[in-house]
């Protein structure tokens, strides 16, 4: 198996650049444990690059990133730069000239975190949402007529494709097919009145190709109320864009932070480099003190080991996260502590080089791997 890898670095903005340095200190620990060697390449592609050059990336910037392995992406945003100036000019015209149609985003309560729900214990919140990343309500189809007139007038297209839907679908079940068999559909048919009952009807089509996993489907609004309640319902949480957008923040917040939570920008076919990074973005009113949680980014890079075929390295690495949370460890802020990204970075790097490694039959596997 390869083992050598060329990884485009993009540290982006605020806390992206706390906590990527720290994930790359932890990725060059599993490299030293399991063999593996990693070329970083960096790219300052950014809101402060912006800023001076007005572009969030170069013209041919796709082009610079396609010959990578992988892409591993801190955050982008910043208060001087409208945010969907730098989601559309950067993260955007990756997923999608990539074809990275799934983000995959693990939700689990780690021990050692605190929930804010009263009656949590770790096991009972432990589940996956697979969000269409590539269409749906984030379309730059529309436009605006009559502009500052009495009549002015809005219009945002949403694109729901059968392409597009059936593979975000099938990847979901055969993700379930791997875990506790389990899909559930997130959708809004009662008041979007063509492209969620289409979404249904193609769930419902998928479904039949895999008769073993059980399936459920909620309306957005009651689902957002069962994740707070009963989040142990859930195993693969499939949803378009938008709401998969929302049910993954939601998921890490009643999992304890923001700050722990990663995610995988996946082209599962292989034919363009997939992107990780973790769920939060630059997080302005933080940045700067070196207090971010770095686990949401570290994490990110065990999804990356996965999907670059290492489920053992990244098996130990969401151990090491876990051993390091366990004991009386370091601790950012944001999971009621005083340590600095760098401490908590720092322990879990170590753990990496020390920890017994997991058996991947008995440990969990990582997510990533068990879907391909
Ligand atoms: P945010 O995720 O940056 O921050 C939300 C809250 O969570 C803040 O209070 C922040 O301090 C806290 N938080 C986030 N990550 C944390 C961490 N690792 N450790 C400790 N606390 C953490 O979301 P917000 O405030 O909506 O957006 C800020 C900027 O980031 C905006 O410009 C937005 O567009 C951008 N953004 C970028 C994303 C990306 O690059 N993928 C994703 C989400 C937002
Ligand atoms: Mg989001």
């Given at each position: 198996?390869?083992?050598g890898?060329?990884?485009?670095?993009?540290?982006?903005?605020?806390?992206?650049?706390?906590v990527?340095?720290?994930?790359?200190?932890?990725?060059?620990?599993?490299?030293?444990?399991?063999?593996?060697?990693?070329?970083?390449k960096?790219?300052?592609?950014s809101?402060?690059?912006?800023?001076?050059?007005?572009?969030?990336m170069?013209?041919?910037?796709?082009?610079?990133?396609?010959?990578?392995?992988?892409?591993?992406?801190?955050?982008v945003?910043h208060p001087?730069?409208?945010?969907?100036?730098?989601?559309?000019?950067?993260?955007?015209?990756?997923?999608?000239?990539f074809?990275?149609?799934?983000?995959?985003?693990?939700?689990?309560?780690?021990?050692g975190?605190?929930?804010?729900?009263?009656?949590?214990?770790?096991?009972?919140?432990?589940?996956?949402?697979?969000?269409?990343?590539?269409?749906?309500?984030?379309?730059?189809?529309?436009?605006?007529?009559?502009?500052?007139?009495?009549?002015?007038?809005?219009?945002?297209?949403?694109?729901?494709?059968?392409?597009?839907?059936?593979?975000?679908?099938?990847?979901?079940?055969?993700?379930?097919?791997?875990?506790?068999?389990?899909?559930t559909?997130?959708?809004?048919?009662?008041?979007?009145?063509?492209?969620m009952?289409y979404w249904?009807e193609?769930f419902a089509?998928?479904?039949?190709?895999?008769?073993?996993?059980?399936?459920?489907?909620?309306?957005?609004?009651i689902?957002?109320?069962?994740?707070v309640?009963?989040p142990?319902?859930?195993?693969?949480?499939?949803g378009?864009?938008l709401?998969?957008?929302?049910?993954s923040?939601?998921?890490?917040a009643?999992?304890?932070?923001i700050g722990?939570?990663?995610?995988a920008n996946?082209?599962?076919?292989?034919e363009?480099?997939?992107?990780?990074?973790?769920?939060?973005?630059?997080?302005?009113d933080?940045?700067g003190?070196?207090?971010?949680?770095?686990?949401?980014?570290?994490w990110?890079g065990?999804?990356?080991?996965?999907?670059?075929?290492?489920?053992?390295?990244?098996?130990?690495?969401?151990r090491?996260?876990e051993?390091?949370?366990?004991?009386?460890?370091?601790?950012?802020?944001?999971?009621?502590?005083?340590a600095?990204t760098?401490e908590?970075?720092?322990?879990?790097?170590?753990?990496?080089?020390?920890?017994?490694?997991?058996?991947?039959?008995s440990?969990?596997?990582?997510?990533?791997?068990r879907a391909?």
């Amino acid at each position: 198996m390869k083992s050598g890898y060329n990884i485009a670095v993009i540290p982006g903005d605020g806390i992206g650049r706390e906590v990527v340095p720290e994930a790359i200190r932890v990725l060059e620990a599993a490299g030293r444990r399991f063999g593996l060697q990693f070329q970083w390449k960096f790219f300052d592609w950014s809101c402060e690059t912006y800023l001076q050059t007005g572009k969030m990336m170069p013209t041919d910037g796709l082009q610079q990133l396609r010959t990578f392995d992988a892409i591993f992406l801190g955050a982008v945003g910043h208060p001087e730069v409208p945010d969907h100036v730098s989601l559309w000019g950067l993260l955007i015209p990756i997923r999608r000239g990539f074809q990275q149609y799934v983000n995959l985003r693990p939700v689990r309560h780690l021990p050692g975190i605190v929930s804010p729900l009263r009656d949590a214990a770790p096991g009972r919140i432990d589940f996956c949402v697979v969000r269409e990343n590539n269409e749906g309500e984030y379309s730059n189809i529309g436009g605006r007529l009559f502009e500052n007139t009495d009549a002015e007038l809005v219009v945002q297209e949403s694109v729901f494709t059968r392409r597009g839907c059936d593979r975000i679908l099938r990847y979901a079940f055969q993700l379930a097919a791997t875990r506790k068999r389990h899909v559930t559909s997130a959708t809004k048919s009662n008041g979007i009145v063509f492209t969620m009952p289409y979404w249904d009807e193609r769930f419902a089509h998928v479904a039949k190709e895999f008769p073993g996993i059980r399936t459920d489907e909620y309306h957005i609004d009651i689902l957002t109320a069962h994740f707070v309640r009963h989040p142990e319902w859930f195993d693969v949480v499939v949803g378009s864009n938008l709401f998969g957008d929302i049910l993954s923040d939601l998921g890490p917040a009643i999992a304890g932070s923001i700050g722990i939570a990663p995610s995988a920008n996946l082209n599962p076919e292989g034919e363009f480099p997939s992107m990780f990074e973790p769920v939060h973005g630059s997080a302005p009113d933080i940045a700067g003190q070196g207090i971010a949680n770095p686990i949401g980014q570290i994490w990110s890079g065990a999804m990356m080991l996965a999907h670059l075929g290492h489920a053992q390295a990244a098996a130990t690495l969401e151990r090491a996260i876990e051993s390091a949370l366990a004991g009386e460890g370091p601790k950012t802020p944001d999971i009621g502590g005083s340590a600095s990204t760098a401490e908590l970075g720092d322990a879990i790097a170590q753990a990496v080089g020390k920890i017994a490694v997991p058996e991947l039959d008995s440990a969990r596997r990582p997510e990533e791997s068990r879907a391909t």
